[in-house]
């Protein structure tokens, strides 16, 4: 993976709630095989109509909306454990994901891509949703968010995580590295 | 000692190493099931990395998600019709013999439903950890096990080190009190749990499904209640094992035997949470007030007992949506609106009680003009169960298919799909927007509503057809 230190950009808005796994990635894209791809098929049934033509309404597909920060309304993927979901919002180019929440294995499958998942105060969300295509910086390191007033809004961010997504380390590595913990383990409980 | 619960006990085994500030816990896998949606891109990691896997004896592997249930594509000679489809399932095929995993594969006597198959053969056990590349994991909590679907990544870090990176969830105590009444089952309960917690409302925690009521459900609806804690952002749910786990697991193939048995059982008993254990939060249910549930919107806390009335939420825009989606009004009885197709499946309700329970009200009986039913059972073994007690004929006689068993129409990935603005009763677990296909309108509910609304072909209370 590469380090993830900051990030500026401006923000796209989809201001539903609990927009789920199935929107994001619908499961008849989901016999693929690899991790590249899905981009071409994020938010597939809200973005275009039954002719398969765009659809104005749809925020993705305002000629205005640009940018790699994506800004959900509260409970933001939850649903399936499809890591297709992140696959699909990296591969169409976002790097971040703000929301008042997000789903938990939705948020595990992201830290393991790249993709930052940034949980906020309702307030901020609100903001943010009344504000799209503003432009915002998210620091990993500090794990803020600053707003174009200046303001400096902190979220979670797990240590562990913060630490691979500044390294640029994947977990497994972390994990092959504690075999013989593991095996000992495993001598234990035998 | 301070008191603990279920969750802690199981959890503190299975610490490789406990969590810091800094890192997280390190967790021993008991049991990793594999399916061919979210297993290919951890074995390319794998290849990639040159590893093996670490365990394959505790690891199992079906195929279920996009695999057909028409009889002739699974035993005859006719192909599987979405070639991207039969190219997963050839990958998976490859990928096992390669890594050398167990495959029940497409015409494997106990092949199935990955969630139905586990405890099933006897698999998931106690006290176990068992993950899966899949939400309704949580399903297996139902024995008193830690299980919770994972990310294809996770798939790869259990498929080479048997571990997982883990933060302790906080816990949650779902008490239920009272008996259930007459045509009110696990899937009403479960439906009006989420309802009352919300979709997000168990995010970050696990649940205990504890009380009387749930102390005398059997092992079926165990798995139903716990199947759905993901629908409330819960990634796992568990039910305490006792003498109902206990029989249900005696003799199964994979569960132990002679010796080994009594030492599990005396480790099983050691596992309920401790009287006085504190959870982070708790939850009263009053099991007496569940009616038959259904939703009426897109995500399954829309949900309301079947005699009731779409509420409405003024100033809500994705309510709205939802509603609009759907095709329903804001203040409309939810009965007798008309259904095309009823599904009678999934990981929620495909297994042999659930065919039983839809099959006391199809009997004699037949679905309505016009509408489709599809059954597809949870598992192979479910089916030739279902089939040695004369349910196949009830369902066929009524009118409806009879499939060969996997997921089929709930998320529709094997080309099993509603149509487009098409109602759908359904026995699954999610009423996302498009889950059943494009445009499809699905309407979450119990196998004996489902019956009821087949027969009616309108959304109709089963009690008035007992």
Request: with cysteine; net charge negative.
């Amino acid at each position: 993976m590469q380090p993830f230190t900051s990030l500026t950009s401006r923000t796209v808005v989809l201001p539903s709630t609990n927009i789920d796994t199935d929107q994001i990635i619908p499961a008849r894209f989901l016999t693929t095989t690899t991790r590249h791809g899905l981009g071409a098929h994020l938010f597939e049934d809200r973005r275009y109509d039954e002719h398969h033509a765009l659809r104005a309404d749809f925020p993705l597909n305002q000629p205005q909306a640009s940018g790699r920060i994506l800004v959900a309304g509260r409970n933001f993927g939850c649903g399936s454990s499809r890591e297709h979901a992140p696959w699909a919002l990296i591969d169409y180019g976002f790097r971040a994901v703000i929301s008042s929440e997000i789903a938990d294995i939705f948020s595990n499958n992201s830290l393991k891509n790249g993709l930052l998942p940034v949980v906020v105060d309702e307030t901020t969300n609100d903001w943010l949703i009344a504000h799209p295509g503003v432009e915002l910086t998210l620091d990993v390191a500090s794990a803020t968010l600053s707003l174009p007033d200046g303001a400096i809004v902190h979220f979670p961010l797990e240590p562990f995580a913060r630490h691979c997504l500044l390294e640029g380390l994947d977990e497994l590595g972390f994990l092959l590295a504690r075999r013989a913990q593991i095996d000992a383990y495993e001598r234990h409980r035998a | 000692m301070t008191p603990r619960t279920l969750f802690d006990k199981v959890w503190q085994r299975h610490e490789v190493s406990p969590e810091s500030a800094s890192a997280p816990a390190v967790l021993y896998v008991d049991l990793h099931l594999l399916h061919e949606v979210t297993s290919p891109q951890a074995f390319q990691v794998l290849r990639e990395r040159g590893l093996a896997v670490r365990c394959p004896e505790r690891t199992l592997a079906t195929m279920d998600h996009s695999t057909p249930t028409h009889t002739e594509q699974v035993f005859g000679g006719t192909p599987i019709t979405i070639d991207s489809a039969a190219r997963q399932v050839a990958q998976l095929e490859r990928n096992c013999a390669q890594f050398n995993i167990e495959l029940l594969a497409l015409r494997h006597a106990q092949r199935g439903i990955v969630h139905v198959i586990g405890p099933e053969l006897g698999l998931s056990q106690p006290g176990q950890t068992i993950v899966c590349g899949d939400s309704h994991t949580s399903t297996h909590g139902a024995l008193g096990a830690l299980a919770f679907g994972i990310g294809s990544t996770e798939v790869g870090h259990v498929l080479a080190t048997q571990c997982l990176l883990q933060r302790k969830p906080r816990t949650l105590a779902i008490e239920v009190a009272g008996e259930l009444d007459r045509g009110v089952g696990a899937k009403d309960l479960i439906l009006s749990i989420i309802g009352r917690l919300g979709v997000a409302g168990g995010t970050g925690h696990v649940i205990e499904y504890r009380g009387e009521t749930i102390r005398a459900l059997d092992m079926d609806e165990r798995m139903t209640v716990c199947n759905m804690s993901i629908e409330a952002g819960a990634r796992a749910g568990m039910i305490a094992p006792d003498e109902t786990t206990f029989a249900y697991l005696a003799g199964r193939p994979r569960a132990p035997a002679g010796a080994a048995w009594e030492r599990a059982l005396a480790s099983w008993r050691a596992l309920p949470s401790d009287q006085g254990a504190l959870f982070d939060r708790e939850v009263f249910i009053d099991a007496t007030a569940v009616a038959p549930m259904i939703t009426y919107g897109t995500n399954p806390g829309m949900v309301i007992p079947i005699d009731g009335h779409i509420p409405a939420r003024s100033g809500d825009a994705a309510f709205d949506r939802a509603l609009a989606y759907m095709g329903l009004n804001a203040g409309e009885a939810i009965k007798d609106q008309k259904v095309n197709v009823v599904f009678l499946g999934s990981c929620t309700n495909a297994r042999l009680s659930d065919l039983r329970s839809a099959a006391t009200l199809l009997r004699g009986r037949h679905i309505a003009k016009g509408l489709t039913m599809l059954v597809v059972p949870g598992s192979q073994q479910v089916k030739r169960a279902a089939e040695a007690e004369g349910l196949d004929r009830v369902f066929l006689e009524a009118g409806a298919e009879w499939r060969e068993s996997g997921c089929s129409m709930c998320l529709g990935m094997n080309g099993d799909m509603v149509g487009r603005g098409q109602y759908c009763v359904s026995t699954s677990n999610r009423n996302f927007e498009g889950r059943q296909g494009v445009g499809a309108r699905t309407l979450l509910a119990s196998p004996l509503t489902a019956a009821a609304c087949a027969v009616r072909g309108c959304i109709t209370d089963p009690r008035e057809l007992m």
